[in-house]
């Protein structure tokens, strides 16, 4: 009973019906802008990867971007022995 006292502290409802409807109301709306607006954004996130996805297959097709670099891809390094160690 006294964590009930408590909350009251913070919120308490409206006692007139109508009020009452008209924060549920209100709450319902705003959580249908919320999910409306996280669509919005979901779409918006979809298409920028559809057209990035088709832009990269364009180019891939048409050699754009690409250099002419030799088709080796081995590395010639020297390098210098700092300390060896012996299994003995």
């Given at each position: 009973?006294?964590?009930n006292n408590e909350w009251k502290r913070f919120y308490q409802p409206p006692q007139n019906p109508l009020a009452r409807f008209g924060l549920v109301l209100l709450g319902?709306?705003?959580l249908a802008l919320s999910f409306m607006l996280g669509l919005v954004f979901l779409a918006v996130a979809a298409g920028l990867a559809i057209i990035g996805g088709i832009v990269l297959t364009v180019r891939r097709w048409l050699g754009l971007g690409q250099s002419e670099a030799p088709q080796d891809r081995t590395i010639d390094v020297e390098y210098r022995v700092i300390?060896?160690?012996r299994d003995e």
């Open positions: 009973m006294k964590m319902i709306a705003i300390r060896k160690e």
